[in-house]
């Protein structure tokens, strides 16, 4: 499955803004979806999953209760809702999609087998 994420741009604190990833390919409806970032000299790291069925979300703690993801399998794209956004958020956002959870579980990046190309979230104080 091909990934292509948008949504990226320069906010003020305390903003919000909706990431999208529209996938192509292989079906894509029963995949794990996931997002993830990478702000400059750091690790890329988990920010946030979703279950194909939508039953099951995943959260990384610094983002809860501030982002949400969803997906519409009808549109083959995932969301990432980002609201109080903080300057802490800035990085490089990242899509990714999964076949099936394998041994490492939704918040490991190494489940992940297809990755879009980023797009760049810059969050202003």
């Known amino acids: 499955v091909q990934l292509q994420a948008s949504g990226g741009g320069l906010v003020q604190a305390g903003a919000s803004r909706r990431l999208s990833c529209a996938a192509s390919?292989?079906?894509?409806?029963?995949?794990?979806m996931g997002w993830f970032r990478q702000a400059p000299g750091k690790e890329r790291e988990f920010v946030a999953a979703?279950?194909?069925?939508?039953?099951?979300?995943w959260y990384a703690a610094s983002v809860k209760g501030r982002f949400t993801i969803s997906r519409d399998n009808a549109e083959n794209t995932v969301y990432l809702q980002m609201n109080s956004l903080k300057p802490e958020d800035t990085a490089v956002y990242y899509c990714?999609?999964?076949?099936?959870?394998?041994?490492?579980?939704?918040?490991?990046?190494?489940?992940?087998?297809?990755w879009g190309q980023g797009t760049q979230v810059t969050v202003s104080s």
């Open positions: 390919g292989r079906t894509f409806s029963t995949d794990l």
């Open positions: 979703i279950s194909w069925d939508v039953v099951s979300t």
């Open positions: 990714a999609a999964a076949h099936n959870y394998g041994r490492l579980g939704p918040l490991n990046s190494g489940t992940y087998s297809n």
